[in-house]
């Protein structure tokens, strides 16, 4: 069975009567240290600690492309090195110039990613979540 692609024309009426948008997410990983030095020392996180992130990339679009992506998740790949390059195995307090909490994190990371992805990508950031362990996680969300 060969594979054929479809115009926009066709991916666009592929289900039609549909309304709404699409939305898919991406996970990236790194392992990184902290010290949330604001925080009172007798505070465990105010100690040097680490953590193996992840962060969470949702983005959505009204329309899907050509290829029926919202964004093609091989066009994130700029995002896993920016993250692999800057941050992994690095104490954060050395690379950020902000107090390095998840909520900070996640929203330099999700401006970083419209100032830099964006642009050349089909899809919208929603949200950037960024999770310190499997039960704990920040949320920015795109005004």
């Not at 926009?8 to 289900?15: A, S």
């Not at 990983?29 to 949330?36: K, M, N, P, T």
């Not at 050509?66 to 994130?76: A, C, M, Q, R, S």
């Not at 089909?122 to 005004?143: C, D, F, I, K, P």
Request: with cysteine; net charge negative.
């Amino acid at each position: 069975m060969g594979h054929h692609r479809l115009d926009r024309e066709q991916i666009m009426t592929t289900n039609p009567g549909a309304s709404g948008c699409h939305r898919i997410a991406k996970t990236f990983g790194f392992s990184a240290s902290h010290q949330l030095w604001q925080l009172p020392p007798e505070h465990k996180c105010s100690r040097d600690h680490g953590h193996n992130y992840t962060v969470t990339v949702v983005l959505t679009a009204d329309s899907l492309d050509g290829n029926g992506f919202v964004t093609d998740f091989g066009e994130l790949a700029p995002f896993g090195e920016f993250l692999a390059n800057t941050f992994d195995h690095r104490v954060l307090n050395e690379v950020v110039s902000f107090h390095p909490t998840s909520e900070l994190l996640a929203q330099h990371l999700g401006q970083w990613f419209i100032e830099h992805l964006e642009p050349n990508i089909h899809g919208r950031l929603v949200s950037m979540q960024v999770s310190e362990t499997e039960t704990s996680y920040a949320v920015w969300e795109r005004n």
